[in-house]
Structures are given as C-alpha cells and as structure tokens.
C-alpha cells in the first residue's frame, strides 16, 4: 500500500513510469517494463484499498501500453533501445507486458487489455514438436528460438493467464510443461540451468550444439552465478503453472524436490551474497516464498523469513520503495509487484523498520 501510494508520485502524465536499467544488464530500457509492473501493485492497492487514485492510475498506465507508438512495428513492445540484443527482450520482456495486460483485463472489466495480449502472444511462432516459442521482434521478423529457460518457462506462465483453462494458449502451455519435464528444465547440483541445448532436430549448427552442451556440463564462473540469481524466478513461474496445472507429473519429478530444497541449503544463501542478480534485482525473498506457498505451504516459518529477508535488505523505508542495494533502484522497485501474489506472511522486522 505504501509503496504503491509512492508510485502516485513517479508515474507520468502519459501514464508512463520510469524506465530503469534492465539491472545488471545496464540496457536502455523503455517505460514498457516498468509500467507493466506497476500497472499490477496498483490493481492490487486498489484491491485492498478500493481507493479511486489507485484504480484511476492502474487505467492510465494501461492506456499507456495500449498506445501504437510502443509496438512501432505493429508487432511486439519495444523494450530496450540502443542495443545488439533483441528490441523486445525476447520471450520474457513481452511475457512481463502480456501478464499486465490480462492483469487489468480482469480488474478494469477492459476486454480489449487481454486481447491485445493474445494478440501479441499469438505472434510468437509455437513449435510443437519442440515445445518451445520463437521471439517475434519488434519489426515483425520472426527470431530464432529463445534458449534462456525463465524466459521460456514464463512465457508458459502467462499464456494460462490469457487463456483460461482451454484454448490454443493453454495447450501451448501444457506441451512447454510436457518437454521440461523430459528435457527443458536441467538441474546442476540442486540449481536451475539458465540455458538448454537444442532438441535433436533443431541442431542446424553441431558446433553451437557442442558448445553449449559444455557450458551445462562445465560453467564459467560468471553463468553459474547468473543461474544462482534467477534460480527463484524459475521457482516463482513454476509456481504459477503449479496453480494451473496442479496435476502435471513435472511436480512428482525427482528433481522438482532438488530445486525446491537447493534455497534451503547454505551453499544457497552463501552464494545470493553479493550476486548482482539476487536481491537487488530478482526479489528472491518473495520468489522463494511464492514457491513455499505454492508447493510447500506448511512452511509458513520459512515463507516469512524470506519476506522478511528481502524487505530489510531492500525497502527504503524513507521513501517507501524497494530500491536499496543494486544498480538499478527503479527497476527493482518496480519489481515488488511480485509480492502481489503472495498470501500474508508475518514480518519480522525490528521495530525502528516498522
């Protein structure tokens, strides 16, 4: 509630928020990112608060996506700028927009929000066979293959947030789910890889193939790190096609309980310690307790140190906003819309932080 009383403050005429830095990553972002973020923790004050401020600034920042001028090629959001990588962030930069959009959809009573997210979502090419999306750049090509598996996995996620139970997205979904079972979703040592090789049949370069079957089997210092950092984001949108699809043989898999054991252990927590893609940029206090809620919800105790561990290190209690500790304090400030999810924990902060 009051960091999103906060965001009142930063957002726009335009209904537009501030664009960060994508992170570690130092990109040049758009506004894009950072209003579908926003666009949700302000659905969610209005929800708790049924405050008109909130309500009345959720709709102008879904105005704001809605606007031509953030698809210049009349196909997928622009993202980032001035960059070799891909326009639109891939898989996940739309994935971020399609989430917010369905979001609003359903709290604004706007139709027009979620069809605007299948339409965008439906120009990304789906290969059955391989179970995996293509990128769709924003002048309307057609990309390769997006071999990051969060942004695979996440894409999943929000296509059974367009569809509902049955429709030509949700059958997309439950094929990724049929294929990370048997061969998209790799474990090192209790860890989420954060790339995958190439099905057989999509090994047009034998080369490229061989490289990255190395790179699973003997990571450089710098990628197991980044596979550390989002480890909790995969077990964030695990969780959510958890709660779609809670009967999908991928939850009785050995190594489902390797990775929900790994945030468990110390090597973990020794290893988040100064790793620029934790704390400070994916909220892993509230991923990790997201998938406790989801997977184990006994574990209550659990589900609120984590909580409890990101907002101390994290929240600015001052300014009201998640900001403190990385490069990029917009963005991960933004980022505290995945606390919307979870169910109310117990905080244990001291009480000067209170």
């Known amino acids: 509630m009051q960091s999103a009383a906060a965001a009142l403050r930063l957002q726009r005429p335009d209904g537009s928020f501030p664009p960060g830095r994508n992170g570690p990553y130092r990109d040049t972002d758009t506004p894009v990112r950072n209003t579908a973020h926003w666009l949700i923790s302000l659905l969610k004050a209005h929800e708790i608060a049924h405050a008109t401020a909130f309500r009345d600034a959720a709709a102008r920042a879904a105005n704001y996506l809605t606007t031509p001028e953030l698809r210049p090629g009349g196909a997928t959001f622009l993202c980032r700028t001035g960059s070799s990588k891909s326009a639109s962030n891939g898989l996940i930069g739309q994935a971020w927009v399609i989430e917010a959009l369905c979001t609003a959809s359903s709290a604004l ?15 990304h090419p789906f290969d059955d066979e391989a179970g995996l999306w293509r990128i769709r750049d924003v002048d309307g090509r ?3 293959y997006d071999w990051t598996f969060n942004h695979q996995l996440w894409f999943a996620a929000v296509a059974v947030a367009i569809g ?15 294929c990370a079972q048997t061969r998209h979703l790799r474990v090192r040592a209790g860890c989420i890889s954060h790339r995958f090789p190439a099905p057989h049949r999509l090994q047009r370069h034998p080369i490229r193939h061989l490289r990255s079957l190395l790179r699973f089997r003997c990571p450089r210092q710098w990628m197991t790190r980044q596979e550390v950092g989002y ?4 077990l964030y949108g695990l969780a959510l096609l958890k709660q779609r699809f809670p009967f999908h043989p991928l939850w009785a898999q050995p190594k489902l309980a390797l990775v929900l054991r790994f945030p468990k252990s110390d090597t973990y927590l020794q290893a988040l310690e100064q790793n620029e893609y934790g704390y400070s940029y994916n909220p ?5 307790a997201l998938a406790l809620q989801v997977f184990e ?3 209550t105790d659990s589900a609120s140190w984590w909580v409890t561990h990101q907002i101390s290190r994290t929240y600015d209690h ?8 990385g490069g990029d304090p917009v963005t991960l400030a933004a980022r505290l819309y995945e606390a919307c999810r979870l169910q109310d924990v117990a905080l244990r902060l001291p009480p000067s932080a209170e």
């Open 284 to 288: 892993v206090g509230f991923e990790v």
């Open 109 to 123: 009573g706007e139709p027009r929000y979620r069809e605007l997210a299948t339409a965008v979502f439906l120009l």
């Open 142 to 144: 057609c990309g390769g």
């Open 297 to 299: 919800p006994w574990d």
């Open 164 to 178: 509902g139970t049955s429709s030509v997205c949700t059958t997309q979904a439950q094929r990724f789910l049929d």
């Open 231 to 234: 480890h909790a984001f995969n």
């Open 318 to 325: 001052q300014q009201n906003l998640m900001r403190l500790g």
